[in-house]
Antibody, heavy 124, light 107 residues
Framework: EVQLVESGGGLVQPGRSLRLSCTAS????????MSWFRQAAGKGLEWVSF??????????EYAASVKGRFTISRDDSKGIVYLEMNSLKTEDTALYFC???????????????WGQGTRVTVSS | DIQMTQSPSSLSASVGDRVTITCRPS??????LNWYQHKAGKAPKLLIS???SLQSGVPSRFSGSGSDTDFTLTISSLQPEDFATYYC?????????FGQGTELEIK
């Protein structure tokens, strides 16, 4: 059974940093790109970031709202994808989800399994 | 960026009803369109991929259709467990934007 479990959320002051983790199990993690999403209270889903597999150079993509502040990375030996969040703003407050990426020859098709999320609150 | 317009934003319906949700991207996206179901406190669930492909384990009362700039999600006979929020999402190009969501409520 595919499982994704996020951790690392919490309360943090504006301008500070936080690192989220997503631990994967139940599938061959090395073969899948991974992604992060978020949902602010009362709002819809927002794609945040994406990292390809080693075969595709572990290349990354970011939403404009987080580019230059957030960094996605992966540790294939542990089956974990990380989201390093720097220079946090109050508008980054949200429930953060990780998801497995379904691809065809490296092209994104869907996000087929998701975790239940970890909450990040940015407030002074 | 491709903007996704989803309608309606909310919908009240009864068990057994047939409901349709539409999604219109701001440019042509071929069939790079997915539908998700999300219940509060739960992980979002992929229902339909590439416009019309039902994911394994998803009941056949769910169906998707459309291409390029006009897509629909249909639930043929609503069941109690279907009351949730539904999102369309394009994967034609980054950023992989979602529609604003359709909250499906019990009438």
């Amino acid at each position: 059974e595919v499982q994704l479990v996020e951790s690392g959320g919490g309360l943090v002051q504006p301008g500070r940093s936080l690192r989220l983790s997503c631990t994967a199990s139940g599938f061959n993690y090395d073969d899948y790109a991974m992604s992060w999403f978020r949902q602010a209270a009362g709002k819809g889903l927002e794609w945040v970031s994406f990292i390809r597999t080693k075969v595709y150079g572990e290349t990354t993509e970011y939403a404009a709202s987080v580019k230059g502040r957030f960094t996605i990375s992966r540790d294939d030996s542990k089956g974990i994808v990380y989201l390093e969040m720097n220079s946090l703003k109050t508008e980054d407050t949200a429930l953060y989800f990780c998801a497995r990426v379904g691809t065809i020859f490296g092209v994104v098709k869907n996000f087929d399994y998701w975790g239940q999320g970890t909450r990040v609150t940015v407030s002074s | 960026d491709i903007q996704m317009t989803q309608s309606p934003s909310s919908l009240s319906a009864s068990v057994g009803d047939r409901v349709t949700i539409t999604c219109r991207p701001s440019q042509r996206i071929s069939n790079y369109l997915n539908w998700y179901q999300h219940k509060a406190g739960k992980a979002p669930k992929l229902l339909i991929s590439v416009a019309s492909s039902l994911q394994s384990g998803v009941p056949s009362r769910f169906s998707g259709s459309g291409s390029d700039t006009d897509f629909t999600l249909t639930i043929s006979s609503l069941q109690p467990e279907d009351f949730a929020t539904y999102y369309c999402q394009q994967t034609y190009s980054s950023p992989y934007n979602f529609g604003q969501g359709t909250e499906l409520e019990i009438k």
